[in-house]
């Protein structure tokens, strides 16, 4: 048996998962963030229950990282302060995100999630490592569905220019 078999626990990390887990969490407690503040610029109530959801998922992701991050002696990026509560009516129009825009934005960070777990997952020589961003990316998975139905169902997605099969072939 090899110095990397048995309890994955046990094994060292190797300086690739130090990164990326490292620049995970940090992106993660940003974008946790980010969607704290765009909370209360939303004024759709489906929308503010999916970020809800993101914001959650996002911490518990961060809780799970940080253990483990300790648990090896790594020192954790910074955390951002919570934010504070505000009502949308209170944001100028011109200051304030749009529905349509949150919707975009959480649809182009579920898919740059997605993109980092999968590199995770590939890059991971503990196998603990590999099944956390395989789990990370299924609950990701779910609400990047999500968050296409309710862009397609408001009317808040902008397609690119549709293909259509000449009529001749």
């Known amino acids: 048996m090899g110095m990397l078999s048995g309890n994955p626990k046990n094994e060292p990390l190797h300086y ?3 990164f990326g887990l490292w620049s995970y969490l940090n992106i993660t407690k940003g974008t946790v963030a980010g969607y704290q503040t765009v909370l209360h610029h939303a004024g759709d109530e489906d929308l503010k229950n999916l970020l809800k959801e993101a914001i959650d998922q996002g911490k518990q992701e961060e809780n799970q990282i940080e253990t483990l991050l300790k648990e090896n002696g790594v020192g954790l990026p910074p955390t ?4 504070p509560d505000a009502r949308s009516e209170n944001i100028p129009a ?3 995100f749009l529905d349509p825009e949150i919707g975009a934005m959480l649809s182009a960070d579920t898919a740059a999630g997605l993109v980092s777990c999968s590199k995770m997952i ?3 020589v503990r196998e603990d490592i590999a099944m956390m961003f395989g789990q990370f990316h299924t609950q990701k998975a779910a609400i990047g ?3 296409l139905r309710l862009n397609k169902e408001k009317g808040w997605l902008v397609p ?3 293909h259509q099969k000449p009529d001749n072939c």
Not at 80 to 83: I, K, L, V
Request: charge should be positive; hydrophobic fraction near 30%.
């Open 145 to 147: 569905a999500k968050v």
């Open 122 to 124: 590939g890059q991971a």
């Open 16 to 18: 690739g998962e130090v």
């Open 94 to 96: 011109g200051a304030r």
């Open 160 to 162: 690119p220019p549709l």
């Open 80 to 83: 951002p302060p919570e934010r």
